[in-house]
C-alpha cells in the first residue's frame, strides 16, 4: 500500500480516543457506555465490542453513550445506527472523520443537533502522527428535529461547553 493510499483507509479499527478528545467530553455529558470498543481500548465501565455486534443491538438509554466508530467504509452503518437509535430516546456523541462530501455526512448534518469540527488533527493512542484527515464532535439527541445543527470550532483538550 502506498504512503497516500494509508491516509484514505482505515488500516486500523480499533484507533483508541486519545484523553485530551474523550475527557472534556465526559465530564459535560457524563458517559455510561462506550458504543465500539474493545477491552484494551474503553473509555467506559460499560462497553460494546466488535463481537457483541454494536450494530444489532440496541443500545443503553440510560443517560450519553460515546462513540468512536470504525473509519472504514461501513460508517455510514454507524450514523444510521445513530439516527435510529437517537429516535428511541438514546443520546449518543460520536467522534467522526470529517468527510463532507459524502452521503453519511450529509444524513449527520441533517440529524445531529450539534456538529463541531475539532480545532487541528487528532491523534489518537500509539498513533506517530496526527490523523490525516480533519474530525468532528456529532451529537445526536432523541425527538430533535429542526434546521441543521449548531456548527463551532472545538479544540481537544479544553472543556466541552
Known sequence: MSDMAVHFS??????????????????????VCDLAATAANAKCQRFITPEMDSLQQPWPGDGWCFLNPPYGRKIGRWIDKCCHEARLGVRIVALLPSRTDT?????????????????????????????????????????WWGPPPNVRLWQPGTEWA
Open 103 to 143: 452521503v453519511w455526512w450529509e444524513q449527520t448534518w441533517m440529524e445531529a443537533s450539534g456538529i463541531a469540527f475539532v480545532h487541528g488533527r487528532v491523534k489518537f493512542v500509539d498513533a506517530d502522527h496526527g490523523a490525516p484527515f480533519p474530525s468532528a464532535i456529532a451529537v445526536f439527541e432523541p425527538r
Open 10 to 31: 482505515s488500516v486500523r479499527m480499533d484507533m483508541e480516543t486519545p484523553p485530551n478528545v474523550f475527557e472534556p467530553l465526559d465530564r459535560h455529558f457524563h458517559f
